[in-house]
């Protein structure tokens, strides 16, 4: 590498203060290390992470129209290296965060079709990663994974109160993919 590529490179870094993001395929065992675990305190009340749009990786949308053909839009969000260290191992990394924003949508003719498109948020779910089950007292953990659910009304605030009983119904199908629907991630995929 040249003198003058090392020389911006390192000018690069000074000026804007950039780090790069760890991949989970390389971070330690250690609890604290995978950014799910600084989204949860010593009880495992999870909170919604305030920067997962612009920090995590998209996985993937699914559209799921109901017998009155409403439709939603649930877009998938994965914290950093999730991706990575799925195609390598074909399971999720311990401390991985799965965020999946759930929108109203609206829609219109256009020159492609009837065409919908998604508008304001109705909820969050937000899932982490737990292989070692940290918390088992809680309700909201279990099946490998801490389970939560915020309304757009509080965003702020986890409404449920027992996975078993307020999220598991719906993951029933995905059991066999670790509760996840994988198949509609295809950046999950090995390239």
Known sequence: MSSRVLIAAFTFVILTGYQPVKSQSNSSQNDRTFHGFDLVDKAGNIRKPAD?????????????????????MHYTSASPGTAEYYRKTGK?????????????????????????????????????????GRYPGNPLWGDGWGWALFKSDAPDKQVA??????????????????????????VLKSK
């Open 161 to 186: 109160t027992d996975y078993k009983k307020d999220c598991l119904s719906c993951h029933i199908p995905a059991r066999s993919t670790d509760w996840i629907y994988v198949q509609g991630y295809p």
């Open 52 to 72: 997962f749009r612009d920090l995590y990786q998209a996985l993937g949308v699914y559209t799921p129209v109901d017998l009155n053909n409403n439709t939603e």
């Open 92 to 132: 999720f990394a311990d401390g991985t965060v799965l965020v999946k924003e759930v929108f109203a949508t609206d829609h219109a003719q256009m020159t492609t079709g009837d065409a919908h498109w998604a508008t304001g948020t109705k909820v969050w779910f937000v899932l982490i990663k737990d292989d070692k």
